[in-house]
């Protein structure tokens, strides 16, 4: 996998989530048991390489107070279970379909870049966690194979983490790294 530079991850980050109700950040990798960095990138630790973060909750008045908002307030005991882990072509759809509400690779259509080009994009956005990363997500469009997502299916199942009615979102583990792209739609 190619590695990223800061311009254009953030390039790819600002693109790919310009339209959607979006939290994209990264934080360091500081505990064996992941799930306390996923709680801690939730509220807002500093990128530690400074690079992109799309916040689209935290300027609503309703957060004051809350630092997880849009997030909710869990354990990681809540939040362990709801994260399954997928492959890394799974977690490269996921970006893309994570573009728009309704977490669907129709998203793609509201693009004029073709689909390869947005492909490159999601894969730019993940060399920045090298060949050693795991993949997990709330989401459950469980594919044919086991930690894979299937987009052709209509329905859309996810594990809710936040106070939306829908939340669909990817977590990327690296050793040095933890990744979170989240979107999130009230119906």
């Known amino acids: 996998m190619p590695s990223a530079d800061q311009t ?13 109700y979006a939290y994209v950040a990264t934080g360091p990798r500081r505990h064996e048991d992941w799930t306390l960095d996923v709680l801690a990138v939730m509220a807002r630790v500093p990128d ?13 008045p309703e957060s004051s107070g809350r630092p997880v908002h ?13 994260l399954q882990e997928i492959d ?15 977490c669907t690779l129709s998203n ?7 689909p390869d080009e947005l492909r490159a994009m999601a ?12 993949y997990h997500t709330n989401v459950s469009k469980q594919g044919s194979a086991p930690g894979t997502l299937d987009f ?3 329905r859309l199942g996810y594990n809710p983490l936040s106070v939306y009615t829908e939340d669909c979102g990817l977590v ?6 933890l990744g979170l792209f989240w979107t999130f739609a009230d119906y």
């Open 123 to 134: 894969r730019t956005i993940l060399a920045r966690y090298g060949d050693g990363a795991t």
């Open 48 to 60: 530690p390489r400074g690079w992109a973060r799309i916040d689209d909750g935290a300027p609503e």
């Open 88 to 102: 890394r072509d799974s977690a490269e759809n996921l970006l893309l379909a994570l573009t728009e509400e309704g």
């Open 108 to 114: 793609l259509r509201y693009f004029d870049e073709s």
């Open 172 to 177: 990327i583990v690296s050793d040095a790294e």
């Open 152 to 154: 052709t299916l209509d």
């Open 70 to 82: 849009p997030f909710a307030v869990h354990p990681p005991e809540y939040v362990a279970p709801r």
């Open 8 to 20: 254009s991850w953030d390039a790819a980050v600002r693109h790919l989530y310009r339209d959607a």
